[in-house]
């Protein structure tokens, strides 16, 4: 598990300063694996940065949620190729909580 925390950390570091200082009101959680959908890589829940107005003070902060089990069962085997996998599960569930969408995600590459 400490391994899959760094590369989240490493993932994280990776962004561009100005996207860290962005970033509002979101805490990045690891857990095993989504209830629901085992397979899933990662979810965001929350209101993302661009519908957010006056009526959002005293929200509960927006979550994202990395799933460790999925990622490590698909792609354990190379661990340069786990961290790669880990880092666009990151990058593209804080695009949700900037406000990007998954077609846009996907015309992006990052879907």
Known sequence: MIDFENHVRRALDSLPAEL????????????????EDPDLLGLYTG????????????????????YRLPLEDEFGDDPALLEDEIRITVIHELAHHFGIDDDRLDQLGWA
């Open 20 to 35: 860290r200082r962005a970033m509002s009101n979101v805490e990045i959680v690891i857990e095993d694996e989504n209830p």
């Open 47 to 66: 209101i993302p940065l661009t519908e957010r107005d006056s009526g959002y003070a005293g929200a509960l902060p927006d979550k994202i949620e990395i």
